[in-house]
């Protein structure tokens, strides 16, 4: 699966990714 044109290499690194988009829109509010 791509997003955004970026292809991660497996699937821990979308995992932490995810988390990461996560924690950030959640700290910003």
């Known amino acids: ?3 955004g044109g970026w292809c ?3 699937v821990w690194t979308a ?3 995810a ?3 996560f924690w ?3 700290i910003r509010n």
Do not use: A, D, K, Y
């Open 15 to 17: 995992f932490f990714m």
């Open 8 to 10: 991660p290499g497996n």
């Open 24 to 26: 950030l829109e959640t």
């Open 1 to 3: 699966m791509c997003l």
């Open 19 to 21: 988390c990461t988009v």
